[in-house]
Nanobody, 124 residues
Framework: VQLQASGGGLVQAGGSLRLSCAAS????????MGWFRQAPGKEREFVAG????????YYADSVKGRFTISREYAKNTVYLQMNSLKPEDTAAYYC??????????????????WGQGTLVTVSS
């Protein structure tokens, strides 16, 4: 499975962006999906995850209430809607797929496939 992330850009604090992650294979529908981010000089961290069914979603405390993860099966795509963005949200954002799990994990090493990353920059 190949993952193609897009939607990053430059936005002012308080603004919004929607990231997309398109999968190349229909087997995507059985995978748990996650979004991670990595800021310069920092370790990669979990941001949000969604179960294969889409019924369950999970968020890091730092983004809860501001970010929403969703998936659209017809387009083999997962989205991350980011609202009320803060300068500390600036990072490269990566989508990932876990083919062995129906529920996403926060541990990046458990994911099998990764997108190339899309850069989000939030100015103050």
């Amino acid at each position: 499975v190949q993952l193609q992330a897009s939607g990053g850009g430059l936005v002012q604090a308080g603004g919004s962006l929607r990231l997309s992650c398109a999968a190349s294979s229909r087997t995507f529908v059985t995978y748990a999906m996650g979004w991670f981010r990595q800021a310069p000089g920092k370790e990669r961290e979990f941001v949000a995850g969604i179960s294969w069914s889409g019924a369950s979603t999970y968020y890091a405390d730092s983004v809860k209430g501001r970010f929403t993860i969703s998936r659209e099966y017809a387009k083999n795509t997962v989205y991350l809607q980011m609202n009320s963005l803060k300068p500390e949200d600036t990072a490269a954002y990566y989508c990932a797929a876990d083919r062995h799990a129906s529920i996403p994990t926060t541990f990046d090493y458990q994911y099998d496939f990764w997108g190339q990353g899309t850069l989000v920059t939030v100015s103050s």
